[in-house]
């Protein structure tokens, strides 16, 4: 009886657990193609399941890929141009038409699907391209493992048109160091950009080199913002999956465009005001009886009097101009006067001349 009961026991313990594992597993994210061959100029529905709802998508068609290595090359080896996003829906599932693109590397040849933002999530099916050319896939790297040697820093200075909005650009300068068995060749960096609390931006950059064990080497990688970005921005830069370094960066903000706008703002309605006041003076009616306006007289100017000729001392104030005289009058006689004598009064000692007195013996 007691072996009854503990066999019982263990069974429904093992039942369980079966239970809860199914309910604890993670739905890796599926993608499946319409058909599994399109020659370059066709197209292809791309479907997939298990990925995180509301999420942003890029879907390309890789070469140089399968879905066991992944892309190698990163999207170096895939037709970005000829790529389509898509957003899952509420159960996480999407559907989406693709145009079939030769990618810039020989197959074998994949579709590729990534998330944009937020957590990494990728899965690949089998395409095959026709009439695209086929290479062995190159040999997997030989235990390289890369690590930061020194602090990292951003060099370089905006231009004088990131004031006006101009994308800010500057070169993430770090010195890393190969602590693995095996060379690494060519590594793929991932430069990630973050404003804030939001999710980073992922940016591909390969670094051209081979770097041996136990080497190490300096790497410059550029690293961008979009244009009128400003404010507190991350930079992030990872390898195979692991972050190697973050770096803080404080982009000014572009007052420039805020200068522009402001004057903007003064200059067109000043433009318009005038214009209208030109369409108003032209359309304004005439006095009636089409008389026109008369002119303005001109003004006048005040005759100016003639300066005497006797120039007095230097300083001195000028003479008052002499009154003109009476066409009836002179001072010196009084018109229709019997004797013609002055009517002013007669001083005598100012006419008779001084007769000098004879000096003598008396």
Sequence with gaps: MGRRVCTVLVVLLVGLAGTAGRGVAVERPVVELSAAQAGAGGTVTVSGTGWRPRTLLMVLVCGRATPARGVVGGTNSCANGDGRAVTTGADGAFSRRLPVAEPPVPCPCVVHVATVTGAGAEADAVLQVAGHPVAPLPARPSGGRLAVLSATRLTGSSGPLTWF??????????????????????????????????????????????????????VKLPVELPAGAHGDYTVTLRHEGRVLARQPWAVGRPWGVTLFWILLCLVVPAALFRAGMAVVDRVRPRRPGGIPRAPRPARRRRPRLPRSRTAGPPGAAPAPPPAPALPWFTPDSVPGGPTGRSCAPHDDSATSPTTPTPEGPT
């Design 165 to 218: 909005g101009a994308p800010p650009s500057r070169t993430l300068v770090l010195t890393v160091g190969n602590t693995g068995t095996g060379p690494i060749e060519n590594p793929v960096f991932q430069v990630g950009t973050a404003h804030g609390v939001f999710a980073p931006e992922w940016d591909e950059r390969e670094w051209h080199g081979t770097l041996a064990p136990g080497k190490k080497a300096q």
